[in-house]
Nanobody, 118 residues
């Protein structure tokens, strides 16, 4: 499975962005897709994930309320809608694919930079 993340950029605090994660290759082997981020000098943190088949979602507390994950099965694409962005949301955002319900993420996209100015 190959993943291509896009949609990052520079946005002012309070603004919104929608990230996309396009999957290709052996997509039937993908069980779920998750979004992660890594800020400057920080560890990579999990944000949210969604299953392809049922659209079941799970959010980390840091993403609840402002971020929404969704998927378009016809386009093999997972989205992360981010609202009310804060400077502390500045990070490289990654998407990753899990092959089964263990949610072990074994395929990763290249990341897209999100910068939120104050």
């Amino acid at each position: 499975v190959q993943l291509q993340a896009s949609g990052g950029g520079l946005v002012q605090a309070g603004g919104s962005l929608r990230l996309s994660c396009a999957a290709s290759g052996r997509t039937p082997s993908s069980y779920a897709v998750g979004w992660f981020r890594q800020g400057p000098g920080k560890e990579r943190d999990f944000l949210a994930d969604i299953t392809w088949r049922g659209g079941t979602t799970f959010y980390n507390n840091s993403a609840k309320g402002r971020f929404t994950i969704s998927r378009d099965k016809a386009k093999n694409t997972v989205y992360l809608q981010m609202n009310s962005l804060k400077p502390e949301d500045t990070a490289v955002y990654f998407c990753a694919s899990a092959s089964d319900s263990s949610y072990r993420y074994d395929y990763w996209g290249q990341g897209t930079q999100v910068t939120v100015s104050s």
